[in-house]
């Protein structure tokens, strides 16, 4: 698995539209990849993993509600091997990560908290993890569902370049609108990230 994957295969996609020649993979690729990045951009995440630990640098807030620092994070659900150090170098620890239950429900925690426990720190903090999804976990699984469905969209706008299909003799015509496929928004909802700042 990589960061921000084509999140279904050509095989994959030509299976769900019932293609069994080879004459389309050249826009069969192409469309999996575009409807791969508007799955990153509809749900505000991506569903890839780094393949190895990887460091990435944010900075905290402090959040009066919470009487701590929160340090806003890409999504990680694997936390093994996990460090984060501030920008003199200096190891802080004593942090827990939100939301509270995220892994239990199958989620990547968003945001460590650094609250009394925590050792104290200077300046932004430096965060080594294995950045994304559990390639078994149900994002990965529900992205390649909302795929399948706009890929066929844009499989049927190829044969309808006026963004029309059907006929309008037996009251089967249907405009194709520049949208994302319902259905597609609907499988993907729960998915979708909000951004948050204290």
């Given at each position: 698995?990589?960061?921000?994957?084509?999140?279904?295969t050509?095989?994959?996609?030509?299976?769900?539209?019932?293609i069994?020649?080879?004459?389309?993979?050249?826009?069969?690729?192409?469309?999996?990849?575009?409807?791969?990045?508007?799955?990153?951009?509809?749900?505000?995440?991506?569903?890839?993993?780094?393949?190895?630990?990887?460091?990435?640098?944010?900075?905290?807030?402090?959040?009066?509600?919470?009487?701590?620092?929160?340090l806003?994070?890409?999504?990680?659900?694997?936390?093994?091997?996990?460090?984060?150090?501030?920008?003199?170098?200096?190891?802080?620890?004593?942090?827990?990560?939100?939301?509270?239950?995220?892994?239990?429900?199958?989620?990547?925690?968003?945001?460590?908290?650094?609250?009394?426990?925590?050792?104290?720190?200077?300046?932004?903090l430096?965060?080594?993890?294995?950045?994304?999804?559990?390639?078994?976990?149900?994002?990965?699984?529900?992205?390649?569902?909302?795929?399948?469905?706009?890929?066929?969209?844009?499989a049927?706008?190829?044969?309808?370049?006026?963004?029309?299909?059907?006929?309008?003799?037996?009251?089967?015509?249907?405009?194709?609108l520049?949208?994302?496929?319902?259905?597609?928004r609907?499988?993907?909802?729960?998915?979708?990230?909000?951004?948050?700042?204290?």
């Amino acid at each position: 698995m990589t960061w921000a994957p084509d999140y279904a295969t050509p095989a994959e996609l030509k299976s769900y539209l019932r293609i069994d020649d080879a004459a389309d993979d050249v826009f069969i690729a192409l469309w999996i990849t575009t409807v791969s990045r508007n799955i990153d951009d509809h749900t505000s995440r991506q569903f890839g993993q780094v393949a190895a630990l990887e460091a990435r640098t944010y900075t905290p807030v402090y959040d009066r509600h919470l009487c701590a620092h929160v340090l806003v994070v890409d999504d990680v659900q694997d936390v093994t091997g996990l460090t984060v150090v501030d920008e003199d170098g200096t190891t802080v620890t004593g942090h827990t990560y939100g939301p509270v239950n995220a892994v239990k429900k199958g989620r990547p925690y968003e945001r460590l908290i650094f609250g009394s426990d925590a050792t104290s720190f200077t300046g932004d903090l430096t965060v080594t993890a294995l950045w994304g999804w559990d390639p078994a976990s149900v994002g990965p699984t529900v992205a390649k569902t909302g795929l399948m469905l706009q890929g066929a969209r844009l499989a049927a706008r190829r044969d309808s370049p006026f963004g029309i299909s059907g006929s309008p003799q037996e009251q089967g015509e249907l405009r194709l609108l520049a949208q994302l496929d319902p259905d597609f928004r609907t499988s993907l909802k729960p998915l979708r990230r909000k951004w948050w700042a204290a």
